[in-house]
């Protein structure tokens, strides 16, 4: 799951405008929480359809499943990430979020996923699987995302501890009476380089 699944942005103070025509604050906001909701929708109804179980087997469960279900059910994920990462490129945030909104929402773990789900198609088992360069990378991908999930919600929650938003450089004065962000890092998997790894086999 990535972090911009868990991606909540909740406006506690509205913004008024920003000038020169910019998208406020307040409006940003609405604008996220509406194309980010719709797309964790989606995956949620995906993920419990007969289609879409393989994403949340675990080890002693993926031998109710073949790889090519992987593939399947990562190509329905994609379709729901190019549609929300076409939402959000069609916005222009305002210039003091517009570091965020980048980082946010970007397009790598995307292409990360395609290749997966490219070889899930030809693998013939799950420990071939496993072993290759394109899940080596996923893995990787994953838990790199979920580091920078839980490194950001440490400064929120520092930030958070000092009763402003604009206590630190990271983070714009413009923000301190305006939002505060929630990233659901409970979403990722505990272990992120065990993921899609069958049990060993019995000697």
């Known amino acids: 799951m990535r972090r911009c699944w868990g991606l909540c942005l909740a406006a506690v103070v509205l913004a008024g405008g920003c000038g020169s025509g910019e998208m406020s604050l307040g409006a940003y906001v609405e604008r996220v929480n509406a194309i980010v909701g719709q797309a964790f929708q989606r995956y949620e109804a995906l993920a419990a359809s007969d289609q879409g179980k393989v994403l949340m087997a675990d080890a002693a469960h993926l031998g109710d499943f073949a790889p090519q279900d992987l593939q399947v059910a990562l190509q329905h994920v994609e379709e729901i990430e190019v549609e929300l990462l076409g939402a959000v490129d069609a916005i222009k945030p305002p210039a003091q979020v517009a570091d965020l909104h980048g980082l946010l929402f970007d397009a790598k773990f995307t292409a990360v996923e395609k290749a997966l789900a490219a070889r899930a198609g030809t693998a013939e088992t799950w420990e071939e699987?496993?072993?290759?360069?394109?899940?080596?990378?996923?893995?990787?991908?994953?838990?790199?995302?979920?580091?920078?999930c839980i490194d950001f919600e440490a400064k929120l929650d520092s930030t958070a501890g000092q009763g402003a938003f604009g206590g630190g450089p990271w983070i714009p004065v413009e923000l301190e009476e305006v939002a505060e962000a929630v990233l659901g890092c409970a979403g990722y998997p505990e272990q992120p380089e065990d993921i899609y790894r069958p049990p060993a086999s019995s000697p």
């Open 129 to 148: 699987l496993s072993a290759t360069t394109e899940m080596v990378r996923y893995r990787a991908a994953l838990a790199a995302d979920k580091q920078l």
